[in-house]
């Protein structure tokens, strides 16, 4: 059950769990989990005796609060109706990334005109980046990238803006 390196919020990922050879097929279940919370449960119950193994698929909606959960997969083939028991595996989980990136573009604020040999600072925006704390957010003058200091947004910790400030010295004609 691969899952992409980062994926959208609000887009779609596809969560997908084979469960090979498992059988017979009639008395197997498999879940998909998001953590210890269910997604989708299948029983493949009422199917052939001879049928081995099973694929379960789900389609799911990616949410920030998706970031950094575990999915996983569980297969469980009861078999206590043949005198045996309940048999139990569980997929190791896999960590999910969700990123969000605003359709507005960076606000720049510097001044228009700067006197050669004198400083300003210059500031960067970024509305609604999540998560903003793993965002990798770079100035440029020209082909010049600028090394800023960061300046964490004022108020809640997981409000989603950036800002960056840098004072650049102009350069005298040589």
């Given amino acids: 059950?691969?899952?992409?390196?980062?994926?959208?919020?609000?887009?779609?990922f596809t969560l997908s769990c084979r469960v090979p050879g498992a059988g017979p097929r009639g008395s197997l279940t498999v879940t998909l989990l998001r953590?210890?919370?269910?997604?989708?449960?299948?029983?493949f119950s009422g199917e052939s005796p001879r049928a081995r193994g099973a694929v379960l698929?789900?389609?799911?909606l990616?949410?920030?609060?998706?970031?950094?959960a575990n999915f996983s997969c569980r297969a469980e083939?009861?078999?206590r109706?043949?005198?045996?028991g309940l048999f139990e595996n569980r997929s190791a989980p896999r960590m999910l990334?969700?990123?969000a990136l605003s359709p507005e573009p960076p606000r720049l604020a510097a001044p228009r005109l700067l006197e050669v040999g004198s400083e300003s600072p210059v500031s960067c925006s970024l509305d609604g980046l999540f998560p903003a704390s793993e965002a990798r957010?770079?100035?440029a003058l020209g082909a010049q990238r600028l090394h800023p200091d960061i300046i964490p947004p004022r108020g809640a910790q997981h409000r989603p803006v950036q800002q960056q400030q840098h004072t650049e010295r102009g350069r005298r004609p040589g």
């Fill in 81 to 84: 109706p043949h005198g045996l």
């Fill in 137 to 139: 957010v770079y100035l």
């Fill in 1 to 12: 059950m691969p899952l992409p390196a980062w994926q959208p919020v609000g887009e779609n």
């Fill in 57 to 60: 698929t789900a389609a799911v």
């Fill in 77 to 79: 083939l009861d078999l």
């Fill in 35 to 43: 953590g210890a919370r269910e997604l989708v449960r299948r029983s």
């Fill in 97 to 99: 990334r969700t990123f």
């Fill in 62 to 68: 990616a949410r920030r609060e998706d970031h950094g």
